[in-house]
């Protein structure tokens, strides 16, 4: 595959048929996908969240290096913001415009507030403290319906505004030149819209001032500090725009859904996006899409073959395909690390990293 | 001053566990500088086994004393553990030693998603429970009540403490572990087998574990498989706060997190009751005359304390209340 991108950039001709055949391609994928299932849609739609994520993920751990594992809390804070401002729980029915840069700035602070005390200190302490993070960011949600009902604790928020724009909703089904637009195939074309914008960000920022700074914190602390690198500020920014990556996607998630509660927001759901990230290559913006898109998809495979054919062999289900699931991922994380540290598709300088072992 | 003195005493126990735990933090810290994240999932497979087994036991109506049937799923648990932690040693961050920190701290974490489903498999979801196998005769001090398994659980971990402390400073194997933690390169000079003694500091590592396992499991008389990450976290930050790497640190820590953690939750609700700050109370006057209080935090955020500790450690003395070194590459 990589080969064959290498070829392609030398024939220009080439490389765009490619990309107006894979445009077309996404284009048509929801109506593809529809008639197998809207599920599939759905299923579809939360990938490209998950993508997004991973991508916001890959500014922290992939560029400049640090772990963070409880990523999933921004994206609580997003979620969250965009389903208290949007929905009849306090009566408030802010247009999404308007919205998201709050979650997203929100998100932003508490990325600060939390990587403040810890970035100075070694990548490991900052692992555990965001582990923390996450998990504090949960309790509180579950338990703040009391003595003000601000989250509505373990039941969570219902009823959240879909996108509109004047008198479009998102959620809406409509017919347009013969074809039936459902709710998430609306979803999906602004997520792709949106995904693209993230995807040009990325790849703007690695080939920046700022992702270069990040990549040589990433390599060598000491000598990024020695070329004139202000390393706090420059991990603190990886750190904020990251978190405010996940605000947005989370608000996204919130009104794709219509309903989130703390139990969207666990431990399990920031490994998951780790190893997306680690899967397909930390630090490859290629690497990090393919490994989002293989562990969105794998487990709903999993979900519709594994209990047939656990059924047609042993006559009964032994284990739980949640169970595989995870099963999976903890061995693909240590496979990985083991056989192929820089992941499905890795990034060049990381590769090099990870194979000079002194 | 009856709360307190029951909050102490609840705090100690708590604490113990949480320094035992600690304690198989800080001694891989010590030595190979990595934060072994799969710690808390051996705790917790030391506890399903103990309560399996103790299970087991107290339904066959073997007729041992019960002292023996506890003792008996220790001596189960222990073992086990010290398998998993040799094999997690060898499997999953020897072949790692020289690579960048990220990759055993990724590898760790596959582990205990690993273990934690592999427990799911064995035990499935629900929490096993522990059985009445014996009385549970409380004491009664100055109007606290202290019962006799937290009394085991406080001289158990005193005792392991002890005898950890013996090894690493009275023993050949001792002074090779120290040796090691100092300089990989030089103590294999010296004739030190550096694979064998850090695969060791593992074993007994996760042999505490099981121990810390069991004491919990029959403390609060249950264990689930999920049961693992929060302690594990709550042990590291009772590590970071006494030193990481400084044996004496994690026990002081373990103990100073849990009084810190039962007396959070004991004044907590008290404390940020609204009601009882007149010039707020004034303010929340129709909440107050209804409900007597307005509490903003209930004792119900008891596992956020250990998490603040961590921060607050982290901000002002990194290197811990006992600890001297601590690294700042990433």
Redesign the interface.
Same mark, same amino acid.
């Given at each position: 595959m990589i080969e064959a991108l290498a070829q392609m950039r030398r024939h220009p001709a080439a490389l765009w048929v490619a990309v107006v055949l894979v445009a077309a391609a996404l284009l048509v994928l929801p109506f593809v996908l529809a008639s197998v299932g809207t599920a599939w849609v759905r299923i579809t739609n939360l990938a490209i969240l998950f993508i997004f994520l991973s991508l916001g993920l890959n500014i922290v751990?992939g560029f400049a290096?640090?772990?963070d594992?409880g990523y999933i809390a921004f994206y609580a804070v997003g979620a969250y913001t965009y389903a208290l401002l949007a929905s009849p729980h306090f009566g408030l029915h802010l247009p999404f415009w308007i919205i998201l840069p709050i979650g997203a700035a929100l998100a932003c602070l508490f990325g600060v507030l939390l990587g403040a &005390?810890?970035l100075? =200190?070694?990548?490991?302490?900052l692992?555990?403290?965001t582990?923390?993070?996450g998990?504090?960011v949960r309790?509180?949600l579950n338990?703040l319906s009391? &003595?003000v009902n601000l989250t509505n604790g373990p039941q969570g928020v219902t009823l959240i505004d879909p996108f509109t724009i004047g008198h479009f909703s998102f959620a809406r089904g409509e017919t347009f030149l013969g074809l039936t637009f459902s709710g998430p195939i609306k979803y999906y074309y602004l997520l792709m819209l949106v995904l693209l914008a993230v995807i040009v960000i990325n790849v703007r920022l690695e080939d920046s001032r700022i992702g270069r700074a990040w990549i040589a914190?990433?390599e060598d602390?000491?000598a990024a500090q020695a070329m004139g690198i202000n390393t706090r500020n420059i991990k603190l920014l990886a750190f904020a725009m990251g978190a405010s990556f996940g605000g947005i996607a989370g608000g996204m998630f919130s009104a794709m859904q219509g309903f989130i509660s703390p139990e969207s927001f666990v #431990?399990v759901e920031s490994?998951m996006v780790?190893s997306m990230v680690?899967l397909g290559g930390?630090g490859n913006i290629g690497g990090v899409v393919i490994g989002a898109l293989l562990l969105s998809f794998v487990p709903e495979v999993l979900r519709y073959t594994v209990e047939p054919v656990q059924r047609a062999v042993f006559g009964r289900m032994l284990?739980e395909p949640e169970?595989i699931r995870? =099963?999976l991922?903890? =061995?693909?994380?240590?496979l990985?690390? #083991?056989y192929r &540290?820089a992941g499905i598709w890795p990034s060049k300088t990381r590769k090099r990293?990870?194979a000079e072992?002194? | 001053m009856e709360i307190f003195l029951q909050q102490m005493i609840n705090g100690l126990t708590l604490g113990s566990v949480y320094a035992i735990v600690a304690l198989g933090y800080t001694m891989v810290y010590g030595i190979i500088q990595l934060i072994n994240f799969a710690h808390g999932e051996v705790v917790m497979i030391g506890a399903m086994i103990a309560l399996s087994v103790i299970s087991a036991l107290a339904g066959a109506h073997t007729g041992l004393a019960p002292v023996l049937i506890v003792l008996a799923g220790a001596a189960c648990a222990i073992p086990v553990c010290m398998g998993v932690g040799y094999a997690m040693e060898r499997v999953a961050y020897r072949p790692l030693r020289g690579a960048p920190r990220l990759a055993p701290l990724i590898t760790a974490i596959g582990i205990s998603i690993i273990l934690q489903n592999v427990a799911l498999m064995i035990w499935s979801r629900a929490p096993i429970s522990f059985p009445q196998v014996m009385a549970n005769p409380v004491f009664e001090v100055g109007g606290a009540h202290i019962s006799a398994v937290q009394i085991a659980i406080i001289l158990t971990s005193i005792a392991m403490m002890g005898g950890l402390t013996v090894l690493v400073y009275r023993t050949r194997l001792g002074i090779a572990m120290r040796a090691t933690s100092e300089n990989h390169q030089i103590a294999g000079l010296m004739g030190i087998n550096v694979n064998k003694v850090i695969a060791f500091t593992f074993i007994v590592g996760a042999g505490l574990g099981a121990v810390a396992g069991v004491m919990v499991g029959t403390y609060y008389g249950v264990a689930h498989y999920t049961m693992g990450a929060l302690l594990g976290m709550k042990a590291f930050a009772a590590a970071v706060l006494g030193g990481i790497g400084n044996l004496a640190g994690a026990m002081l820590g373990g103990i100073l997190l849990g009084v810190v953690e039962a007396l959070g939750a004991g004044y907590i609700g008290e404390l940020t009751d609204l009601c009882r700050y007149p010039w707020l109370a004034d303010m929340l006057a129709e909440n107050c005359a209804q409900n007597q209080h307005f509490i903003l935090f209930g004792s119900n955020y008891q596992d956020v304390f250990a998490f603040f500790v961590l921060i607050a450690v982290l901000v002002f003395r990194p290197s811990g209340l006992l600890g001297e070194r601590v690294g700042d590459r990433a």
């Open positions: 751990v290096g640090l772990l594992l &005390p810890t100075k =200190l070694r990548g490991d302490y692992a555990i403290v582990l923390g993070f998990e504090i309790i509180f338990n009391q &003595p914190i990433r602390e000491v #431990l490994i780790v680690v930390m284990i169970v995870m =099963l991922f903890g =061995l693909a994380l240590v990985m690390m #083991l &540290p990293e990870f072992q002194d | -």
